[in-house]
């Protein structure tokens, strides 16, 4: 039988390191106070809980509004309780949320959608829900909770790049990311709005200046804001977006990006993570700066209080 319903898949970030740091007994047994939690919380927004897998959960809602409030609270109740915990258990949830038509048989279900958000769950960081169009597509974001467009977002096995979006969850998050992307850039317009700035420069000579009001894609697919051409460099390698104050870069690939500031001798690795970028620096795709040849992008943060011309 084929219905279209709204699939959610739940996994935990960084959770084979916890095995090396607690032991299996210790972490298999907070693997699955977590996932039993993650459970709960589908079920109390009025959805069924698949099946586990290891460290995630696949559920399904009858409307996409129930995914996302039950997404939205398992962020919120999740950072509630790592608050409580001390660094070695405080592993990250991300998750991935897609429609469409799925089947259900013997206990488990299959379908387009099924895969889409089991990969826009491996996409999506730490603390990140990502969800397609067809999740977001009508629905009337609830006070402190946001859709923020990411754009043309390649994923495996689509022919196409698809239109995808960020859940924003954090109830503290700047106001203008309560808002579809459209509606926050006819904002953006406004004169007398101060506008925070960052300046790209890319190894080929290419220059890109972008404002908080719209994310960025770096990457090797023809159509990103800042292509690189280098078979290093992922298709859809980073993103770089405005968030609650600063601009961020998420990693999104399949080898990794570095991070090098101004001043500092040290990089900070990023795999399937995000950092705060601030003041000047660089940035490398693929391999680490020690590779003489890597591929990098320099960058510099300014904060201005007048639009750009």
Known sequence: MSSS???????????????????????AALVTRLTQGIGVCVQDHGGRVIKKLGDGVLGVFAQPGQAVAASVALMREHRQWLQSQPQALRVAIHVGLASGEVVEVDGDCYGDAVNVAARLCDLAGGAEVWATQAVVAGLVP????????????????????????????????????????????????????????????????QRLRASSGSPVQLGRAADSDLCLIDPRVSRVHARLEWRQGAFVLTDLSSFGTWVRFAGSETAVQLRRDNCLLHGSGEIALGVSFADGNAPIIGFQVSDSGTRPV
């Open 142 to 205: 609830a006070r402190g909770v946001g859709f923020i467009r990411l754009g043309h977002v390649e994923v495996r096995g689509k022919a196409e790049a698809q239109v995808m979006y960020q859940v924003e969850w954090r109830e503290d998050a700047e106001a203008d990311c309560t808002m579809h992307s459209d509606l926050m850039s006819e904002l953006n317009r406004i004169d007398d709005q101060p506008v925070a700035e960052i300046q790209l420069s890319g190894p080929g000579g």
């Open 5 to 27: 319903t709204t699939v959610v898949f739940a996994d935990m970030a960084g959770s084979t390191a916890l095995f090396e740091t607690l032991g299996n007994e210790q972490a």
